[in-house]
């Protein structure tokens, strides 16, 4: 769970497609609607399906790796990979930041990967991937309440649908409350979610990078760097024997550095410039139809009653703020 929403989006790896004013722009569609070309579909696929992946991934590293010493190592080296490829394609300059941008891109990443993803990497020890990523569905609603708080009038969809996703995650919650799951994954989840909406909220009223790519750099870095910290201290590092982790907490954070933290954003950010944001921002609730499916199917995790019935109302929830809420930024997406 690293890119603002409503940043624009430099062209890097993807080859352009129709101007954004062909598809409506990245706002409400205005003016005739045009076919979204191929590439957009492909871009859109890859965030469907890379970071819905995202949560199995998770779930196979914390199997045989500690959680903020994996999900430390992860960021770093995302981080590292992301600042070479844009020092490579836009030279040393583009990495340059001022003090004041710096802080800020640090303290973004602070609540957002360290606060946000490590508290989801440490609940999904205890809880499975798939309630993780439902939970997780409800960052939306807290945007909407957010921006209610700064003074911005929520529309009445964006409001109901911030009254469904609070309901979905009161069903949610009763594997926890039951004894089925351990209520204190759930916690620390929903944790999670508040610091990546605060985060997702913060970066678009702070002096960030200009450069998007750049800021998330400096965000990864920042928040790889205290998640190593926050395992040391924890201890993390005692007994743990390198040679004892499978082949596939290796291959599965692996995957987690190259294909979340790297394609699939490059993805989502090119796509914030190339088609409508409301198309952008259903992978919100496309997401954790695909984590559930995939945990399902690959750790045989199960579907009980208030999973099914809760992600529905959450899912439909945040469909439903999406579709009505399109003046302000979407959702911040994940690395």
Same mark, same amino acid.
């Given at each position: 769970?690293? $890119? $603002?929403?409503?940043?624009?989006?430099?062209?890097?790896?993807?080859?352009?497609?129709?101007?954004?004013?062909?598809?409506?722009?990245?706002?409400?569609?205005?003016?005739?609607?045009?076919?979204?070309?191929?590439?957009?579909?492909?871009?859109?696929?890859?965030?469907?399906?890379?970071?819905?992946?995202?949560?199995?991934?998770?779930?196979?590293?914390?199997?045989?790796?500690?959680?903020?010493?994996?999900?430390?190592?992860? =960021?770093?080296?995302?981080?590292?990979?992301?600042?070479?490829?844009?020092?490579?394609?836009?030279?040393?300059?583009?990495?340059?930041?001022?003090?004041?941008?710096?802080?800020?891109? *640090?303290?973004?990443?602070?609540?957002?990967?360290?606060?946000?993803?490590?508290?989801?990497?440490?609940?999904?020890?205890?809880?499975?991937?798939?309630?993780?990523?439902?939970?997780?569905?409800? *960052?939306?609603?807290?945007?909407?309440?957010?921006?209610?708080?700064?003074?911005?009038?929520?529309?009445?969809?964006?409001?109901?649908?911030?009254?469904?996703?609070?309901?979905?995650?009161?069903?949610?919650?009763?594997?926890?409350?039951?004894?089925?799951?351990?209520?204190?994954?759930?916690?620390?989840? *929903?944790?999670?979610?508040?610091?990546?909406?605060?985060?997702?909220?913060?970066?678009?009223?702070?002096?960030?990078?200009?450069?998007?790519? +750049?800021?998330?750099?400096?965000?990864?870095?920042?928040?790889?760097?205290?998640?190593?910290?926050?395992?040391?201290?924890?201890?993390?590092?005692?007994?743990?024997?390198? $040679?004892?982790?499978?082949?596939? $907490?290796?291959?599965?954070?692996?995957?987690?550095?190259? =294909?979340?933290?790297?394609?699939? =954003?490059?993805?989502?950010?090119?796509?914030?410039?190339?088609?409508?944001?409301?198309?952008?921002?259903?992978?919100?609730?496309?997401?954790?139809?695909?984590? *559930?499916?995939?945990?399902?199917?690959?750790?045989?995790?199960?579907? +009980?009653?208030?999973?099914?019935?809760?992600?529905?109302?959450?899912?439909?929830?945040?469909?439903?703020?999406?579709?009505?809420?399109?003046?302000?930024?979407?959702?911040?997406?994940?690395?």
């Amino acid at each position: 769970m690293t $890119s $603002s929403a409503a940043d624009p989006a430099p062209q890097l790896h993807l080859p352009p497609a129709d101007k954004p004013g062909g598809l409506g722009g990245p706002g409400d569609p205005v003016g005739p609607v045009r076919r979204i070309p191929a590439a957009v579909w492909a871009a859109l696929g890859i965030v469907y399906v890379v970071w819905g992946s995202t949560y199995l991934g998770i779930r196979i590293v914390v199997e045989t790796l500690p959680p903020f010493l994996s999900a430390g190592t992860r =960021f770093v080296a995302a981080a590292l990979i992301l600042a070479g490829i844009i020092a490579w394609r836009q030279g040393p300059a583009a990495l340059k930041v001022t003090p004041r941008q710096l802080a800020s891109a *640090v303290g973004v990443g602070l609540l957002l990967i360290l606060g946000g993803n490590g508290l989801v990497v440490l609940a999904e020890t205890s809880i499975p991937s798939g309630l993780t990523a439902l939970l997780i569905a409800v *960052v939306p609603a807290w945007v909407v309440i957010l921006k209610a708080l700064s003074g911005a009038r929520p529309t009445a969809g964006g409001l109901a649908g911030v009254l469904l996703g609070l309901v979905g995650l009161g069903v949610l919650t009763l594997p926890g409350l039951s004894g089925d799951v351990k209520a204190g994954g759930v916690v620390l989840v *929903v944790a999670a979610t508040l610091c990546w909406s605060v985060g997702s909220f913060s970066s678009s009223r702070l002096p960030m990078p200009s450069n998007p790519f +750049t800021a998330s750099a400096y965000e990864m870095l920042a928040g790889g760097i205290a998640g190593l910290g926050v395992g040391l201290v924890r201890g993390e590092q005692h007994g743990l024997d390198l $040679s004892a982790v499978s082949g596939r $907490s290796w291959a599965a954070l692996a995957y987690l550095v190259v =294909f979340g933290s790297l394609l699939a =954003f490059t993805a989502y950010a090119w796509l914030l410039q190339a088609a409508p944001l409301s198309l952008v921002a259903t992978y919100a609730y496309v997401n954790p139809v695909v984590a *559930v499916a995939l945990g399902a199917l690959v750790l045989n995790e199960a579907l +009980t009653w208030p999973i099914v019935l809760g992600g529905a109302i959450v899912v439909g929830g945040v469909c439903l703020i999406v579709s009505t809420e399109r003046r302000g930024s979407a959702p911040r997406g994940r690395t």
